[in-house]
């Protein structure tokens, strides 16, 4: 038995239990199952969009004002706390949540709920910007500067606003507690989202675009691992101003790249758009399919929305909380452009692209980047190769932002220091390796399981503060007006 098999089996039976608890499904018959994790995040987004007073509607204007440069009193963040502006905060976060899961699992959520599953991924990406909004303001809110070789180093996240928020609200033990297991998940989940799948999905991508069993790369995934953690180490050795300077760069990049593919894919069919938009609003809408497809198109819909901007996993209020500025709520309505940008604009362009294109009708079943793929290219053959450059990027930038959230839940726990931080990027270097010459399913698994069991902690977190963030928001809002 190999390496491989031999790690599989010692970690099948712990992901396949951690997986059922933490994924844990209630049956709705006709073969439908909701998830309860994402009734967990789904009752979150929709309390805070209304306890905020819709902050996403209102706010929305105001945060391409922020983001773009804008303050209300016309002053700068230069010389404000933090280390990164506002725009390289967002695309920081935008570079972990703009991943591979844009392309391949808004495929599957079509392709498995039908048409529909697009209106109600756009729905629920509307209402998990304000579950955004509410853990980024509390991040920058609670964070610390927690290295004294390095002051001016900036920790944030929902590890300090669970023990420093409820500890103010007589809850230390509670605090400490939810913390140090947000801590956990996050580093250990890092591990597997943030490195193992990633350069996973990069060495597939390159065998598919260079012949596939007979490409040079076939028995070369070592190869690819070890260029990959180059590419990687480069902006990581530099900390958070090296990663965002990066990430500014990268995510509009390879956003334009595939939103103008996407629309070139549309612009061909342009035909065919009446009668898509019309199916997706029946898909999603009607009953003519029967109850079961309609609520299928809803679970599809939400549950990929949910799992691609990651509203409520407390994530980007790592990133965020580096910003400078000395207003939270103002950097909170910053961060509600990710579930935009992401959901509603990024992953909507896949699911119109594959639906207009009308390559989910002869699909074999469920599928992933196969059925995008197959769809780009109905209007450009050459597609495949973009994909591939596009699957690149989107993977590099997801590295080096989940990296950054990583080490901040490890020194968390084992201290903030050079050596803790370095023998984290050894680690991280490890598995960005193996990843790409090991298939390690069962370990990709378990590190899942943890990535959203932070969405436990923090949305309590969130909960619990809720009050105290909204009488901050009143504060911003009459300061706007007074100024």
Known sequence: M?????????????????????????????????????????????????????????????????????????????????????????????????????IAGVAVAVSAGGPGAAFWMFVMGFFSMSTKFAEVALGVKYRRH?????????????????????????????GKIL??????????????????????????????????????????????GLLMVFAVGLVIIGGIKSIAATASRIVPLMALIYLVAGFVVIAIHYAQIPMAMLSIFESALSLKAGFGAALGALLMGVQRAAFSNEAGLGTAAIAHASAKT????????????????????????????????????????????????????????WFPYVLFLVVFMFAYSSLISWFYYGVKGFTYLFGSSDVTENVYKLIFSVFIVIGASANLSSVILITDSLVFIMAIPNIIALYILAPELKQDLKAYIQKIKAA
Not at 163 to 172: E, F, H, I, T, V
Request: aromatic share 10%; hydrophobic share 45%.
């Open 2 to 102: 190999n390496i491989d098999a031999k790690v599989e089996e010692i970690f099948a039976p712990i992901s396949e239990r951690l997986a059922e608890i933490v994924f844990y499904s209630v049956s709705l018959g006709e073969g439908i199952d909701v998830k309860l994790i994402l009734v967990w995040l789904v009752l979150a987004a929709l309390f805070f969009t209304f306890y905020f007073g819709f902050i996403n509607v209102r706010g929305f204007k105001h945060a391409l004002d922020l983001v773009f440069g804008k303050n209300p009193n016309g002053e700068s963040d230069g010389n404000k706390d933090g280390q990164i502006n506002r725009f390289q905060a967002l695309m920081t976060s935008l570079s972990g949540t703009v991943g591979l899961g844009n």
């Open 146 to 174: 927690t290295d004294p070789e390095h002051p001016d180093k900036i920790s944030g996240g929902p590890m300090y606003y669970l023990r420093d928020g409820l500890a103010g609200k007589r809850m230390p033990l509670l």
């Open 179 to 224: 913390a140090g297991i947000f801590a956990c998940a996050v580093f250990l989940g890092v591990l597997g989202g943030g490195s193992l799948f990633q350069t996973n999905q990069v060495y597939k991508q390159l065998l598919n675009v260079t012949g596939g069993d007979a490409s040079f790369f076939a028995d070369k995934g070592w190869l690819v």
């Open 326 to 381: 000395d207003e939270p709520v103002s950097q909170g309505i910053v961060g509600m452009l990710g579930p935009f940008i992401d959901t509603m604009v990024i992953c909507m362009l896949t699911a119109l692209v594959i639906i207009i294109s009308g390559t989910h009708l002869d699909g074999n079943g469920i599928e992933g980047v196969e059925l995008t793929s197959r769809a780009f290219a109905s209007g450009l053959s």
